[in-house]
């Protein structure tokens, strides 16, 4: 199973900012989608951020809009989300997802992604 690698979380203040990275091995060309999902303490894994690989193009989930960026890079087989005006409600484990198959649009749920990272923790302090 391709292993995605998550890095980036750790303890923040209010307001501040984070960006998260994710390394995935070469897998030439097969990756459609990746994604961020987050998962709070107590609650479901919530959508926070999706892209096409090939052509850049974006999802954001409501957590998202207006402060976070996903994006990629295809050479470094690396995807990033940068987290500016982090609040607390945001601490979580953001885990990143590689989806394998066409899709019409970018999934927002977790079954259209097929493999996962371990997470990495994002804790924002007020």
């Known amino acids: 199973q391709a292993q995605l690698v998550e890095s980036g979380g750790g303890l923040v203040q209010a307001g501040g900012s984070l960006r998260l990275t994710c390394a995935h091995p070469?897998?030439?060309?097969?990756?459609?989608?990746m994604g961020w999902f987050r998962q709070r303490p107590g609650e479901q894994r919530e959508f926070v951020a999706g892209i096409r690989w090939n052509d850049g193009s974006t999802n954001y989930g409501n957590p998202a809009k207006g402060r976070f960026t996903i994006s990629r890079d295809n050479t470094r087989n690396t995807l990033y989300l940068q987290m500016n005006s982090l609040k607390p409600e945001d601490t979580a484990v953001y885990h990143c997802a590689r989806g394998l198959r066409i899709q019409w649009s970018i999934p927002s749920s977790q079954e259209g992604y097929d493999y996962w990272g371990q997470g990495t923790q994002v804790t924002v302090s007020s």
């Open positions: 070469g897998d030439g060309g097969r990756t459609r989608v």
